[in-house]
């Protein structure tokens, strides 16, 4: 597995942390057979009695489905920047004016 793949895999793994209860039952276990158990497409196509193309199609159809939603609601993208700035927070608890200044960056992401 590749780089890309890996960062591929660990941000799909966290939408589908955010945006899994707008999703559909059947897209809700695909993506997590596939993304959270690495499971391969042939063994979900074995699983549900579907073909591995149907798998794939609904797979890249939902993956596209969150980063939509991702676009729109930006939970991730959050996410990712509130955990920036406690890690900041961390480094700089000696310096009250950091801390002021990364609390007032955390008020504004609200």
Known sequence: ?????????LRMNYLFD???ALLTKKQRNYLE?????DYSLSEIADTFDVSRQ??????????????????KLELYSKFEQRREIYNQMKASIEDPDA???????????E
């Open 1 to 9: 597995m590749s780089k890309n793949d890996l960062v591929k895999t």
């Open 18 to 20: 955010f945006y899994q």
């Open 33 to 37: 057979l596939f993304y959270l158990q």
């Open 54 to 71: 149907a798998v794939y199609d609904n797979i890249r159809r939902t993956g596209d489905l969150v980063e939509d939603y991702e676009t």
């Open 99 to 109: 801390l002021k200044r990364y609390i007032e960056e955390l008020e504004e992401l």
